[in-house]
Structures are given as structure tokens and as C-alpha cells.
């Protein structure tokens, strides 16, 4: 069986929306998938996504993501060969930024390592993070536009900065804090490990749903975006300048795992965005333009651009086009609100 001359991937956040694509192109690659879940519930939901891969997917339950005890299990049958981490609290507005978010981003990131070193027998070969254009991105410096990121640029906040900040600024800081913990552990366990760590940091993250999306009650915060433009009069203003598609989000993950050059990297997966642009694209589909606000059209706010090439030369992956994305993300929220009101 194909699954197993590739071997098993301990996957976190695989309820997700990114991990749900994970997920998928794993197993279309070849790869077995060892999903973790909070519940035996939570993982059936998700594991009943992919009947067709029944044979290569199973699961193991953690409770707390930021003890490395916790996936003691996981690691059990000496099965795992590679990990991709893609769980970690998003939270735009915490009660205590330390308990809410730094200390649960920077934990989780930190103990799915020392879990690998612990339990993994020494055949994990590779972790892949999920990080995010907010561990890249300056705040502070707004738009900047005639500026390009790339992967040497990293989110300045500092940890007192971050524990006296709120809302949007705490969590870009939880994600640049919690990828810096990850390099920081891989360079003092260097001598310990078998495995090593490549980072991917998409932008707001669009496209479609692994599986059939029946309702939009639990939508991802990125894809939120783009349904509140779904049968309103606005397009939103600019916020951050950059989109990945789920499934190049996905690919990006995988070949990071498989692909012996990105041991050691942080990849920028995404390409330059703007709201307009997007809705102008998906209009373009009759049956959208009816559910579409016009907004300005052809308008391009100026701002940085966003170099996302490392991740084309090095693991091979291929952009799709910002009219691709905004239109099949579109059809697949209309259709959810569809079924929503039939149900």
C-alpha cells in the first residue's frame, strides 16, 4: 500500500480548515495520516471526511496541546515518521493575552517538538509548522508600500510588547513569538533530534473546504472575510495585503515534509491581495455578480507586494490564480447558505 513506503504524519488542527486540506493532499500523496482531536467525536467527524482513505487515517486524542504528555498515545505504535503542526489558538480579541493566546501558541509549538524527541523512537525526519504572514509582517508599518516580504522578514514585537498589547497585534506577536520558540528549540536540541523544521507562513488563507461545507457556523476566520461580502453592499477596506489558496497552503506542507532542501526554511506561501480585485474576479461568474457587491471597481490599493517564490523554486509549487480562489471560495459559500436555509 502506498501509505506505507511514505510513512505516517501526525497531524494537529486537522479539523481545521488548512488542516483539513493537509489532510487530503497527504493521503493523496501517498502518506498515512494520524489526525489529533481534543475528542473521539471531534475525530470521527473529521476522519468521515475521507471515506475513501479509511484504511490510511486514524487518530489519537489530545486534550492539551501544551503538554508534550499529551500525545504520548500518539506516538505509542512507533508508527510516526513526519509531523505537521497545524494548531494554535486563534484569538482576536483574549481576555488575558498571556493565558489566552501567548502561552498556548508558544507552548503548543514547543511541545509537539519535545513529544517528537521524547516518544518518537527517533523516526520523525521532519516537523512542518503552520505559521503565518503575521510572524513576517510589521504592523507598524502599515501599508509600506514599494516594499516586498520575503521570508528573511520577521514581525518585530517584542514579548513585553506583546503581553501590554490586544486584538490584532497579540496574535500576529503569538505567531511570530510561538515560530521563534520552534527555531529557537530545534538549534539547543540539535544534537538530540533526528528530525528537522521548516516553517510555512500563508497570508490570509482562501479557497475552498476539503470537504462539503453545509453551513457557515464554523468558518474559519479567513474565509469569514469573504462571506460577510456574500448579499452585502461593501467591499471591505485593506487590511493585510496577501492570500494563499488552502490547496497551496496544503502542497506547501507536504513537499516541505518530503523535500530534503527545506529542512531549515521558512516559506512564504501567498501572493499580493486586494478585496476589489478578488470580488471584481468572482463577478465575472453570473450567478455571483447577483450575490456581489460592486464596491470600486478596478480599484488597487497601493501597498507592499509579497515575494512568495522560495516555496516555487524550492518544493515545486505551483500558484493558482486570485480569480480561481475568489471564485470557487464564493460558489462554495453560496452554496452552504443554501443548505443552511433548506435545512
Known amino acids: 500500500m502506498a501509505a506505507q513506503t511514505k510513512g505516517t504524519i501526525l497531524v494537529t488542527g486537522g479539523g481545521g480548515f488548512v488542516g483539513g486540506q493537509i489532510i487530503r493532499e497527504a493521503l493523496e500523496s501517498g502518506f498515512a495520516v494520524r489526525l489529533t482531536a481534543r475528542s473521539a467525536s471531534s475525530a470521527a467527524r473529521t476522519i468521515a471526511r475521507f471515506p475513501s482513505f479509511a484504511t490510511s487515517l486514524s487518530s489519537a486524542i489530545v486534550v492539551d496541546m501544551t503538554t508534550p504528555e499529551a500525545y504520548e498515545a500518539a506516538f505509542a505504535d512507533g508508527s510516526i515518521t513526519h509531523i505537521v503542526h497545524s494548531a494554535s489558538p486563534f484569538n482576536l480579541s483574549p481576555q488575558d493575552t498571556l493565558r489566552d493566546l501567548l502561552k498556548p501558541a508558544i507552548k503548543g509549538a514547543t511541545s509537539i517538538l519535545e513529544a517528537a524527541l521524547r516518544y518518537g523512537g ?61 527555531w529557537d528549540w530545534i538549534a539547543a536540541h540539535k544534537a538530540e533530534i533526528s528530525f528537522g523544521l521548516a516553517t510555512v507562513c500563508p497570508p490570509w488563507v482562501f479557497g475552498p473546504y476539503a470537504h462539503e461545507l453545509r453551513d457557515t457556523k464554523t468558518l474559519s476566520e479567513s474565509v469569514q472575510l469573504l462571506n460577510v461580502i456574500v448579499d452585502s453592499d461593501a467591499v471591505p477596506a485593506f487590511d493585510f495585503g496577501g492570500y494563499a489558496d488552502s490547496r497551496e497552503v496544503a502542497a506547501a506542507h507536504v513537499r516541505a515534509l518530503e523535500v530534503p532542501e527545506a529542512e531549515g526554511k521558512r516559506f512564504l506561501v501567498g501572493q499580493d491581495f486586494r478585496y476589489q480585485a ?66
Open 122 to 182: 527517533g523516526k520523525v525526519k521532519r516537523v512542518v509548522a503552520t505559521s503565518s504572514f503575521a510572524a513576517i509582517h510589521d504592523l507598524s508599518t502599515g501599508a509600506r508600500e514599494g516594499y516586498t516580504y520575503d521570508e528573511k522578514d520577521w514581525n518585530p514585537v517584542t514579548w513585553e510588547e506583546a503581553v501590554a498589547s490586544t486584538g490584532t497585534v497579540a496574535y500576529c506577536a503569538s505567531k511570530a513569538l510561538a515560530e521563534k520558540a520552534m
Open 278 to 343: 478578488a470580488v471584481d474576479l468572482a463577478r465575472e461568474d453570473p450567478e455571483l455578480a447577483k450575490r456581489l457587491p460592486v464596491g470600486k471597481t478596478g480599484e488597487w490599493v497601493p501597498a507592499y507586494h509579497i515575494d512568495g517564490t522560495l516555496a516555487t523554486r524550492v518544493l515545486g509549487l505551483e500558484y493558482g490564480t486570485l480569480k480561481d480562489t475568489a471564485t470557487q471560495t464564493f460558489r462554495q459559500l453560496v452554496k452552504a447558505r443554501e443548505l443552511e436555509a433548506a435545512a
